[in-house]
């Protein structure tokens, strides 16, 4: 029968190994028992569920476990009672945060639980107190940014500005933005030369600098097998770096080199810090996530531009609202000749590139 | 709309094709502070009157005298001869014209007022409008500095809209940048380095 090459679900398969029966031939002969011909189990439902109470796997696991930690916080409390109650609090919150879900799915209030246990947790790990955003994108806002490959003298402070605000991991040096030093009249940016170190500008070059995109249409996250990665209505594309794998296919899928894995547990001085966060922006990531730039959704949220544009000291950097017809970006998609690279690809980044 | 432009030096002076060029939606008045004082600019906006969607000359606060010559450059200044005089070169230590070819101190300050400058003998200023007389020959700058595409913004993406003017940049007398070292040194990967051809 065509049930029977029907792949066994969670439920069947937890009573398969309790009783022994084939959960296909139990299929079978409850087919469209409910009426509506689904493949509800009657059975699970007039009780509630597994163990009598209707909760997620993740949450059944969380009650399963939970005691184990609660009691490993006792034992420890017989030694230095302070540090032992500081490293039970710290467990709970660790415990609690595993099973939460993905942002996009969480209701107002899980994400407000979530955001006070990251605080949490931040201050008891560094002793700063951090605020983490968990600010919506505002209506009749799309994001984009033009990048004035004149103007440009290569100075990198962009680079340094964004380092310092977004968290990144000092240890390998990550770094969003990427300077290219480039010949006059050459455009292959394999030709470009990031790592320059002397007087800029230097005669006969210009300088390009490239970073995420925000992509209208993203590869990365038609890619993402687990939906961790996802565009904004604001046009940001954004990770859930607790809901991420680390597969590093985004990475793979990104044209443009825009994304970054950590390989390691990133490392940001105490004192370092921006204390000023967004869940989906510069908080700090772990060990075997990807990150990227976000067009410093903590600070554009709130009207401020992106650190690096901020930072520029010679306006080579534009950002602004493309839905807004008055302002500068839109200006230069206007009057400038602009270019975007790989047009061909169909990404449609929101990242232009322009002269004077 | 109203969007303001400050910085060290300029506002902009009511010229006719502004209003042709723009239709009331484009720059509007002008707002003068000392550049290191942008946030006190956009806290007070609320408080100044600002003429509706004109181009009349309008500076908050304004002091001609705050700005003038003789606050950097000492008395003693006459006319052209100034920088040939011993006594009076001290007055102009720090002045090294590296303009364009030919340009003497008088193609900008009126001779017999050197605190004004002079729009290409058309008209007397005051430093305030400095901007308007860089725009007479760099006319495409002031083309993208007017809508956007030139110049350093001082606030958000959102309105106001307040940017550096050319002085708040470029020194008029030596306009074009120092070069110096970059920051941020990246760390490239042997393989990418390769790649890029080190």
Same mark, same amino acid.
């Given at each position: ?237 954004? +990770? ?9 296919? *985004?990475?793979? $899928? =990104? %044209?443009?080199? !825009? &994304?970054? @894995? ?34 410093? +959704? ?9 650190? *690096?544009?901020? $930072? =520029? %000291?010679?306006? !080579? &950097?534009? @950002? ?37 | ?198």
């Amino acid at each position: 029968m065509s049930n029977e090459q029907k792949p066994i679900d969670f439920a069947g398969f937890m009573r398969l190994l309790t009783s022994g029966a084939d959960p296909r031939i139990e299929r079978t002969e409850r087919a469209g028992s409910c009426g509506s011909g689904c493949e509800c189990d009657p059975e699970i439902e007039r009780s509630g569920g597994l163990g009598n109470k209707k909760m997620s796997r993740r949450a059944s696991l969380a009650a399963m476990f939970g005691g184990a930690v609660a009691t490993a916080g006792v034992v420890r409390a017989a030694a230095n009672p302070l540090e032992a109650e500081a490293a039970k609090e710290r467990k709970a919150l660790e415990w609690e945060e595993y099973f939460k879900g993905n942002f996009r799915l969480m209701t107002p209030a899980e994400r407000q639980q979530t955001i006070s246990r990251l605080e949490r947790l931040a201050e008891m790990k560094t002793g700063r107190d951090v605020h983490i955003a968990g600010t919506q994108a505002r209506p009749n806002v799309l994001y984009g940014y033009a990048f004035n490959i004149s103007t440009c003298r290569g100075y990198r402070d962009c680079v340094k500005a964004c380092v310092l605000e977004n968290n990144q991991d000092r240890r390998s040096n990550m770094q969003y933005i990427r300077i290219f030093e480039m010949e006059n009249g050459r455009m292959n940016l394999e030709d470009g030369k990031a790592d320059y170190f002397h007087d800029v500008p230097a005669e006969g070059h210009f300088y390009l600098g490239t970073q995420c995109f925000q992509c209208e249409n993203p590869p990365c996250v038609t890619v993402c097998p687990v939906g961790a990665t996802w565009k904004e209505p604001d046009g940001i594309t954004v +990770i859930d770096y607790d809901w991420c794998i680390g597969c590093r296919y *985004c990475e793979a $899928a =990104c %044209p443009y080199w !825009a &994304r970054r @894995f950590n390989w390691a547990e990133p490392v940001v001085p105490a004192e370092q810090v921006n204390p000023r966060q967004h869940y989906l922006g510069n908080r700090p990531r772990k060990k075997g996530v990807m990150e990227k730039c976000t067009f410093c +959704i903590q600070r554009t949220r709130e009207g401020q531009q992106p650190a *690096c544009a901020e $930072a =520029c %000291p010679t306006g !080579a &950097r534009i @950002f602004g609202n493309l839905l807004d017809p008055n302002s500068e970006i839109r200006w230069v998609l206007a009057n400038k000749k602009v270019f975007r690279l790989k047009e061909d690809l169909g990404t449609d980044p929101k990242f232009w590139y322009f002269m004077d | 709309m109203i969007r303001i432009v400050t910085g060290i030096l300029a506002a902009l002076l009511l010229v006719s094709c502004f209003e042709s060029e723009h239709n009331g939606t484009g720059i509007g008045p002008a707002l003068l502070v000392s550049p290191d004082d942008a946030s006190r600019t956009v806290a007070t906006l609320d408080a100044v009157p600002v003429p509706d969607a004109t181009f009349e000359s309008w500076v908050a606060g304004h002091n001609p005298d705050a700005r003038a010559c003789r606050n950097c450059h000492g008395p003693g200044m006459t006319g052209r001869t100034s920088r040939t005089l011993p006594e009076q070169r001290a007055a102009h230590w720090q002045v090294s014209l590296v303009h364009a070819p030919g340009m003497t101190c008088r193609d900008c300050h009126v001779a017999q007022d050197p605190g004004s400058l002079e729009l290409l003998g058309e008209s007397k200023l005051g430093f305030e409008f400095a901007n308007e007389l860089c725009g007479k020959c760099h006319s495409d700058q002031r083309q993208d500095w007017l809508g956007g595409a030139h110049g350093k913004r001082l606030t958000g993406w959102a309105e106001p809209r307040v940017i550096k003017t050319c002085a708040g940049c470029h020194n008029p007398h030596s306009p074009a940048l120092e070069t110096r070292m970059p920051v941020a040194q990246p760390t490239i990967a042997p393989d990418r380095a390769k790649k890029a051809g080190h």
